[in-house]
């Protein structure tokens, strides 16, 4: 016997109020409410961070380095240490951290104008030296926060707010694969992409930065995960396109998957 659904008519205003069922707000995250744009996916990595790092246990021990970006609004919302760091330099500040408290756990929030363009040498020689530090990338090929300027991880073709004709190699250059990059250096002991277009992209993501977090744990060395994300003003399309957009430009050149593992 199937259950009967009620269906409430939309014609008249309910005779009841609405009443809030339940918070699903990590407890880590203090405020749910952000001003980041509508259909940006930063919130749902910086979510999925932090009920990793609730689920381990780690929240007393862990100190979170912030670069410049869009995603910088969540250092305040966030009920863990933050540290700022200068544009770019976050995994050094992090390898200060971790040097001076070795039993802390030490991560790094950044986005792809940040790590890549202008900490490039940053996160590569923390891989190389196999800092035991935890990158996250969120990567959406776009300097969103200072107007939608292409950077250096934005692929061929793809359109920015300020390069609507879309990134052309022979003026621009071609993209820099970071995570490809680090996962040839022998001090990397854990390097993933992922993305937040989906459900199932979301779950995923989840899952490697458990893994990511649980290296650095180990004591294996450096572990970086990439994460793409939606930043459909950025891109100048619609809201709603943004996951398909990201599907259909830079999942296929960013690939999604484990790149090392220890």
Same mark, same amino acid.
């Given at each position: 016997?199937?259950?009967?659904?009620i269906?409430?008519?939309?014609?008249?205003?309910?005779?009841e109020?609405?009443?809030?069922?339940?918070d699903?707000?990590?407890s880590?995250?203090?405020?749910?409410?952000?001003?980041l744009?509508?259909?940006?996916?930063e *919130?749902i990595?910086?979510?999925?961070? /932090?009920e990793?790092?609730e689920?381990?246990e780690?929240a007393?021990?862990? &100190?979170?380095? !912030?670069?410049?970006?869009?995603?910088?609004? !969540?250092a305040?919302?966030?009920?863990v240490?933050v540290?700022q760091?200068l544009?770019?330099?976050?995994?050094?500040?992090?390898?200060?951290?971790? %040097? /001076?408290l070795?039993?802390?756990?030490v991560?790094?929030?950044?986005g =792809?104008?940040?790590?890549?363009?202008e900490g490039?040498?940053?996160?590569?020689?923390?891989a190389?030296?196999?800092?035991?530090?935890?990158?996250?990338?969120?990567?959406?090929g776009?300097f969103?926060?200072?107007?939608?300027?292409?950077?250096?991880?934005t692929?061929?073709?793809?359109?920015?707010?300020?390069? &609507?004709e879309? %990134?052309?190699?022979h003026?621009?250059?071609?993209? &820099?694969?970071?995570?490809d990059?680090?996962?040839?250096l =022998?001090?990397?002991?854990?390097?993933? %992409?992922?993305?937040?277009?989906?459900a199932?992209n979301?779950?995923?993501?989840?899952?490697?930065?458990?893994k990511?977090?649980?290296?650095?744990?180990?004591?294996?060395? !450096?572990?970086?995960?990439?994460?793409?994300?939606?930043? *459909?003003?950025?891109?100048?399309?619609?809201?709603?396109?943004?996951?398909?957009y990201?599907?259909?430009?830079?999942?296929p050149v960013?690939?999604?998957?484990?790149? %090392?593992?220890?």
């Open positions: 016997m199937t259950e009967e659904r269906y409430l008519s939309t014609d008249s205003p309910p005779t109020p609405a009443a809030l069922v339940d699903f707000t990590p880590l995250i203090t405020q749910a409410n952000h001003h744009c509508p259909g940006c996916g *919130p990595a910086i979510r999925a961070a /932090m990793a790092i689920e381990l780690l007393q021990s862990t &100190i979170t380095v !912030f670069g410049i970006g869009c995603y910088t609004a !969540f305040h919302n966030l009920d240490e540290v760091a544009h770019g330099r976050a995994p050094s500040v992090a390898t200060g951290i971790k %040097r /001076m070795p039993e802390g756990f991560m790094t929030v950044q =792809d104008g940040d790590m890549v363009n490039l040498q940053e996160v590569l020689h923390a190389a030296r196999g800092e035991n530090i935890t990158c996250l990338l969120l990567n959406n776009v969103g926060e200072t107007g939608g300027q292409m950077t250096t991880t692929t061929l073709g793809q359109r920015t707010k300020t390069s &609507i879309g %990134r052309d190699p003026q621009h250059g071609h993209p &820099i694969l970071l995570s990059l680090a996962a040839t =022998d001090g990397a002991a854990y390097v993933a %992409r992922c993305a937040v277009n989906n199932g979301v779950a995923r993501t989840k899952r490697y930065i458990t990511a977090y649980e290296s650095q744990m180990a004591g294996a060395g !450096f572990s970086l995960v990439e994460i793409l994300t939606m930043c *459909p003003t950025g891109w100048f399309v619609d809201t709603l396109e943004g996951p398909d990201l599907q259909d430009t830079l999942a960013h690939n999604i998957g484990e790149l %090392r593992t220890p």
